[in-house]
């Protein structure tokens, strides 16, 4: 039972580059969401979707893009890694709105150099 | 717009000690409340939780009450042990369209035995 599993788990870019991390979810969920972990701050929402092909804007949206293709997948993508997105990143999913719970992944720590 | 306030840690504790980490949140309409905990190099996992006002969560001997009136939903336990040492995330939903959690900055704890 993999629940949400994020890809990769470490990595480190230099300023300019691009990359793209996965999650993948197998509990069918309808929303998805990528969270940016800074110490002192929390989870802060970057970008989240309701269903497959829709995506919308968190509270942290800016330098990064995603999409969903596919209902299991919610791909978070940094065109032009900046030292400021030097953080542990955490995907989430969950059945419905509101009240339910939200699983998570284990996460993606990345340096930008 | 919605905000949650944890109270600062770290916190330090002797094993069986008694357990309070408060945690009072500003909204907009009814949310729903929700602890997250977060162990050592893993993603967050759900708590407990509650969707109305003077509802109590309870999971594991920690237990927190959704206060309308003080706007509060601080965690207790009565006991704790070496294992409950963890990173505590106070959390609320709007519960309009998608579960966009707020959470508060996080609570780490840690349990001497």
């Known amino acids: 039972n993999a629940g949400v599993t994020q890809t990769p788990k470490f990595r480190v870019l230099k300023t300019g580059q691009s990359m793209t991390l996965l999650c993948a979810q197998d509990?069918?969920?309808?929303?998805m969401y990528w969270y940016r972990q800074d110490p002192g701050m929390g989870l802060r929402l970057i970008h989240y979707?309701?269903?497959?092909?829709?995506?919308a804007k968190g509270e942290v949206p800016d330098g990064y893009n995603v999409s969903r293709l596919k209902k299991q997948n919610f791909l978070l993508g940094l065109e032009s890694a900046a030292p400021s997105q030097t953080s542990v990143y955490f995907c989430?999913?969950?059945?419905?709105?509101?009240?339910?719970?939200?699983?998570f992944g284990q996460g993606t720590r990345l340096t930008v150099v | 717009g919605n905000s949650v306030t944890q109270m600062e840690g770290p916190v330090t504790l002797s094993e069986e000690a008694f357990l309070t980490i408060n945690c009072t949140y500003t909204?907009?309409?009814?949310?729903?409340l929700f602890w997250y905990v977060q162990y050592p190099g893993e993603g967050l996992q759900l708590l407990l939780k509650?969707?109305?006002?003077?509802d109590k969560g309870s999971n594991k001997g920690f237990e927190a009450t959704y206060r309308k009136e003080t706007t509060s939903f601080h965690l207790e336990k009565g006991s704790v042990q070496v294992s409950d040492s963890a990173v505590y995330f106070c959390?609320?939903?709007?519960?309009?369209?998608?579960?966009?959690?707020?959470f508060g900055q996080g609570t780490r704890l840690t349990i001497n035995p």
């Open positions: 989430a999913s969950s059945y419905d709105r509101g009240n339910t719970e939200a699983f």
């Open positions: 509990m069918n969920h309808e929303y």
């Open positions: 979707s309701v269903g497959e092909g829709t995506t």
């Open positions: 909204a907009t309409g009814y949310p729903s």
């Open positions: 509650a969707t109305k006002a003077d």
């Open positions: 959390a609320l939903s709007d519960r309009q369209g998608a579960q966009k959690l707020v």
